[in-house]
């Protein structure tokens, strides 16, 4: 058995040992359902009078004791009447058992000690595979039953287990990490976005300092692109429904916002994506073999309307810019063009410190050919090319037989932040349906007209949400070419202000983006100031300082004062933004 | 009397004087209406049995020869009686004799030769004033009677009329440069944008070269922004109704598209305008009068459902990119911050070459004080000091008393491009209504809390407006820091290519787009294709250019080559480039 599934049953196991416990304490509560989840399990129950999340602790104490001398005792068929007979009192259990009997399914009673339960299987074979020390109850929660809200409300008991309280010990402190570095939280202290209710959720608007965020994202990408041949395009936001009864969207996209109806013309849709206005583009003009591949991108936003209990800070948004790119190929260009893309995610995720990242191919089913169109040799050579650059560079990847979608298949990239999350960011996607239907068209150098292949390409997936990613990657702390305000000139006294301003003059004149605090705080408070806002270089100038040929230099986190020439410090700056440093 | 009174009679004249020669040709023709207009006059006439356009030239001789004699015999008032007699067999006129006698006014009836017309008056007062040669007819257009299709379909003729022969003939020569810029079909010779039919009317995209000029230009604006202190932010395109009914403009604002309407919560509308938004973020936060004024910007698209008809390529859009800014400041920095927009305008107009332009200055009527909302002392004081400013400047103005919003002053600029069309490009809009409706406050150094005053401006108005009118302006052939393609190289034969790219990339490299043509063409033919792309420099590589140290240099409408070594023809370009310069 593999560590996976070994975890999975010690966490199914714990569900168990959970009702056990409650029972102990609450001879009278129903026990429902008690799944393994996603780090840990949960068990849901009936009490009769409600418990508060201060009684966790004793169940949980009753539970590591029960543990000690925890043994399964073994496991029985029974007939759903023996079932029922068990259960009499649990209206719960009896409703699983007649379900599980209309199906025509065993039912099974597994017993520990004096506990039995209705279960399916995947246990821990015995006690000592769970550490006492691995599991921890973490709250409470309401949870109707069988999840819908026609039932009765339960009370969801939540707990965390690994294999090792060192692993446990992780992932609470990751937690505790990840809650610091919540971005709604900083996107707050930063100034960097806000959520109107009067403008809506999931359309974040962003403050000036937000708004540089994004154009310095989106220029990195927008430069990146320009170096390696790539032409931005410009799309209006809207479009008429025809545009999509063409492109397919308008049957099978789900996430449209509704139509603009209009009483004498064809309605208008907000676009939630760009393929079908770049189809359309290509469409317009003649394209010879000669001029592909043409490349074309455009950062542009979509929207879509997610449901708003999904929404999200910026990493569910409802409003997200894309760095689309849409490359009209031949087929024997994909591998070049898909090398290149290649090139552009190595470059973002260096420029961004995403060092830990894997790929994800997905690719056809063979056993199942007739679920896919497109020319059964470009599905073969292009599916091989993918996998040939994802080897030649060393990346981690794992290949998803059948995952593809049915017009072409996908590369797709988890990246891990600084605390070990995993986030999709860059996917890569061939795409033989778009083409089809908009019928484009480039004339071969045989004077025919074949169809293109149509790559669709998104680096940073959108700028909201990969802001979202690395405001919590970085904990809002940037690196300098990141760093809205990369220098704060702190004046010691008024006497001081004009030197500050003149300094921040000669910085911006460097390209350094500098700011005067010229508050009525003292030093030490400006310092405490500039420091929540993670700025990272603080100019302390006094009368010392103040005929701005030598500076104190603070950096961010530090308590030490760095003396250094007003040179040596713009080519150290300057030096560390040109080469997207992490280090100050 | 002024000369344009004169020119008006004149044109009125020549109206009656058509009318005259109309009969003289179609005795059962029946005239109806025949006012002067900009640039001439025309005439609406009920034909028994249509003419064509090619008719106009004998009417137009007909009428140069009755001008010879042509004189006002005289005119009389006339009782509604003895108009209707006079003219008992045309409809119209008596539909509007009797209209006249039911408003109780004056039937007058005026008499040249042996034609009398029903007019008002408003002619020269005598036949010698009028230019036989600065008039021409010039087209046939259907006409509904009275302007309302339930009417019956008058044939218009129409004429222009000038004060003199030259003046005509410059006015027909103005048009034919007019079409010959027409940014339409430059448009689509330049491969700058295209309409689709399938996104919607009005709804430009923009291929690589347009969506390059688009950049350049909004990037000029937002680099001139930066060095003054403004800051970008960003804001969504939809928002909820809510946003609409505080600001009003879902009561006033007759150009939103359609709700986006959901069935469980408050509808969706795609902005309009950026204003709401602007003022939401403000209000997100405290502010105090240390940080004011707070200069926002944020270039971004509108959408207005404009009529249909009224729609022209990217000077009457649906989808505006504007390069909009609010200023919230205290009433005491009106004047600075207006200073400020000026500085901007100015640096503008000549970047462009608008180097003819006028403001009109848009103030209250003292007369009717009740009209306006806010502070009658930040009323006076801004006005006095718009009107100061643009004096200062020595700028060409008129003031429009009475002409002000109920929220406050404004100026408008007016600018004349290339061949004398005036374009409204910027606007300064002076706002204390929206800070009322939505409450927006700072706090003032004695800790009150106070109202802001805003200030709306564009200086494009908006990109693809900007564009339309750039395009004309240019006749296509931009300066050349805004030419898509700088330089086009162009090798002899297939042996020069490999040079050709090398110098491309050299020139890449110190940033000069730069492109080579290696089509199967010959030489001849790819200069004439570059210069029908406009292309600023043509340089051509055979086997004397091949090791690219002396080039031979093509300058855009121009014969000649030019010698010139490599490095001084960067310098060269780079120069021009660089100080915006209109010459090559």
């Known amino acids: 058995m593999d560590e996976r599934t070994k975890l999975e049953h010690a966490r199914h196991t714990l569900a168990h040992l959970l009702a056990s416990s409650v029972l102990t304490h609450y001879p009278d509560a129903r026990p429902t359902i008690g799944p393994a989840i996603d780090n840990g399990f949960y068990y849901d129950f009936d009490f009769s009078h409600p418990i508060s999340s201060d009684d966790l602790a004793v169940i949980e104490k009753t539970m590591r004791s029960i543990l000690k001398t925890w043994t399964l005792v073994g496991s029985k068929t029974v007939s759903k009447e023996e079932a029922l007979a068990l259960f009499a009192d649990n209206e719960f259990k009896k409703e699983l058992i007649c379900d599980i009997a209309e199906k025509g399914e065993a039912i099974t009673i597994y017993t520990w000690g004096d506990f039995q339960d209705l279960c399916r299987g995947g246990h821990a074979e015995n006690a000592s595979q769970i550490d006492a020390g691995a599991f921890k109850l973490t709250h409470l929660a309401g949870a109707y039953w069988r999840g819908s809200e026609k039932n009765p409300m339960l ?10 309280k060192a692993e446990l010990d992780q992932y609470l402190h990751d937690q505790e990490e990840a809650k610091k570095r919540d971005h709604r939280k900083l996107g707050k202290e930063l100034q960097l976005f806000a959520l109107v209710d009067e403008v809506g959720a999931g359309l974040p608007l962003f403050y000036p300092k937000g708004a540089l965020l994004r154009r310095l994202v989106e220029n990195f990408i927008i430069e990146a692109q320009e170096r390696r041949g790539y032409e931005p395009i410009w799309i209006p936001h809207i479009t008429k429904k025809r545009l999509y009864e063409i492109s397919g969207h308008l049957q099978k996209y789900d996430a449209l916002y509704p139509p603009m109806e209009l009483p004498d013309e064809d309605s ?60 009209f190929c031949l087929p024997s260009q994909i591998e070049q063009e898909v090398n290149l893309m290649l090139d552009m995610i ?108 149509v790559i669709h390409r998104a680096i940073l997936g959108s700028t909201e949400r990969f802001l979202g990613v690395i405001i919590e990657h970085f904990a809002g702390a940037f690196p300098l070419w990141l760093s809205p305000v990369q220098v704060q000139v702190l004046p010691v006294g008024l006497t001081h202000t004009e030197a500050c301003k003149q300094l921040a003059d000669q910085l911006t004149a460097q390209s350094i983006r500098a700011t005067v605090d010229d508050s009525s705080e003292s030093v030490g408070k400006k310092i405490r100031n500039a420091e929540k806002m993670k700025v990272p270089y603080m100019l302390v100038i006094g009368d010392k300082e103040k005929d701005l040929k030598v500076l104190s230099v603070r950096k961010r986190g530090s308590k030490d004062t760095i003396e250094s020439t007003r040179e040596d410090f713009i080519r150290h700056a300057t030096e560390k933004i040109v080469s997207r440093s992490h280090e100050l």
């Open 268 to 327: 208008y849709y907000i676009k939630p994506m760009n393929c079908p206005h770049f189809m359309m583009l290509y469409k317009e003009n003649p394209h010879s073999y000669r001029e592909m591949p043409v490349r074309w991108t455009c950062t542009t936003t979509n929207y879509r309307y997610e449901k708003s209990g999904e929404l999200s800070g910026l990493t569910r948004v409802r409003a997200l810019t894309q760095d689309d790119c849409h490359v």
């Open 346 to 453: 190595d470059e973002t995720y260096r420029a961004f410190h995403f060092d830990n990242f894997w790929v994800r191919i997905s690719t056809h089913d063979p056993a199942n050919k007739d679920n896919y169109i497109g020319n059964p040799d470009v599905w073969r050579t292009s599916e091989e090319a993918l996998s040939r650059l994802i080897e030649n560079r060393g990346w981690t990847h794992s290949t998803g037989v059948g995952e593809a979608a049915f017009y072409g298949p996908k590369l797709d990239f988890m990246a891990k932040d600084a605390i070990g999350r995993e986030w999709q960011l860059s996917t890569i996607q061939l795409d033989m349906n778009l083409p089809e239907r908009f019928e484009l068209e480039y004339t071969a150098d045989d004077n025919s007209k074949q169809r293109p292949v």
């Open 155 to 164: 009370t969801r008991i939540y707990g965390l287990a690994f294999a090792t």
